[in-house]
């Protein structure tokens, strides 16, 4: 298993130097994701061995040759097909140009034009405040204090108004909060520390409202996407992403110890595996293609791929709707040979999701699947697209099919058909097209 892992990482990173030296693209960025989340969890495990993980799923994957060697097939496809599309767009110097195709330039733009007057300045402070002021409006403002979580883990401890508020006032105020702090960051061109506090506030109290991991993180690596598009210094760029790591892994940390899911940790290192390594989710859905009698995660093909398109369809309407695949796959982990609803315990993704659906045609699709979005994000006159095609490309990669996750999706996919349609706003009427 270790060759497969040395074989793998070497592999990898003879690709992202070779297309680190094309243009940049989105699927540049969407590249660097893959390696840092599913390739450099198997140089970790070079030196530390395999994590020990007590859930069923994983034993069975960790444990077992064939999966190891196709999952290494798996990366070797990924990173070709990646390649492949960065080499079309011809040699390049590795130094960034500031062209009007190029994303960098599409924020600065961006970063711009918000500067024009105090309308955004005002729309981001009032979308930042949101929460806090959700929050101060709750019918018991303190019970938010009382444990990270606990409303969304266990609502049945708390009454029938909590509840309701939850889901309707809270639920909203954290988008726009959400969505604040994104276009604060966009303003905020100089990294002022005061603007700094008034994010790290509106943060706080969108964690404390939320009460969950992927959310959070889901924000944090969002705004490090911004510093990595807009800072030129690359000594920032690296502390910022060991801050930013460092801060999310705190998080995930306090959280599982909080809720109890850290007494299926061994160890530190086997809790940061469990929540951190993704290439874990591609290798339990590989074992389960090649061992559905011992690991069961999908009832038919395509399953859950439904549900991505038809997610809006009420379930009053369509019984027999399908779970989203975290739930699945968690059950599955978890040792139930047939589904069983217990909730999502694991963060999944794209990869290991696809590889469910399609069984191996998962290995080519998935990755054709990402170059696509690249592309139409690369070829797009809208900066707009651009900015959600990197964001998407990213995401995609690291978190399941969660709700905002589907508005950042459906907008692109809504804007992108506009825009080959010809059916898009005029020059004038959004913000980020290029001349």
Known sequence: MIVC??????????????????QISIAVIGLIVFDIAYVFPLLVEIFLGTANIGYYGFRLAFNDLTTQILFMFYIFVVNLIFLAYNRKL??????????????????????RR????YFWWITC??????????????PNPLVYFSSIGNIVLHPENYGKDIIEYQNSFVKFALIFGFIGVILYKLYDDNNKIYRAIIRWISIVFITILNGKRTFVAFLLIILLMIDFFTIENK???YRKTVLTALVIGTYFAIYANITGKINYSNSVYSMVSEYFFKSNSVKVAIYSILHPSELKILDYPLQTIIYDVFFFIPRSVWNNKPMPYPDYY???VNGFKTFTYIGWDFQTDIHAEFISNFSYLGFIITPVFLVWIARKSD????????IL?????????VFEYSDMYKVIMVLWFILTLGENSGLTLKKNDMEGRHK
Not at 90 to 111: D, L, W
Not at 379 to 385: A, L, P, R, V
Not at 389 to 397: D, P, R, Y
């Open 389 to 397: 095609g990197a964001i998407l490309i990213a995401l995609l990669q």
């Open 379 to 386: 070829k797009s006159e809208y900066g707009i697209i651009k």
């Open 330 to 332: 968690s059950s599955a």
């Open 125 to 138: 402070i009032v979308l930042m405040l949101l929460p806090i002021f959700v929050w101060l409006m709750s």
């Open 90 to 111: 011809g040699n390049r110097k590795k130094k960034i140009s500031m062209s009007k195709t190029n994303i960098f330039y599409v924020i600065k733009e961006y970063r």
């Open 235 to 237: 000594k920032k760029i």
């Open 5 to 22: 892992n040395i074989l793998s990482v070497l592999f990898s990173v003879v690709v992202l130097r070779k297309s680190l030296k094309k």
């Open 114 to 117: 918000l500067h024009r007057g």
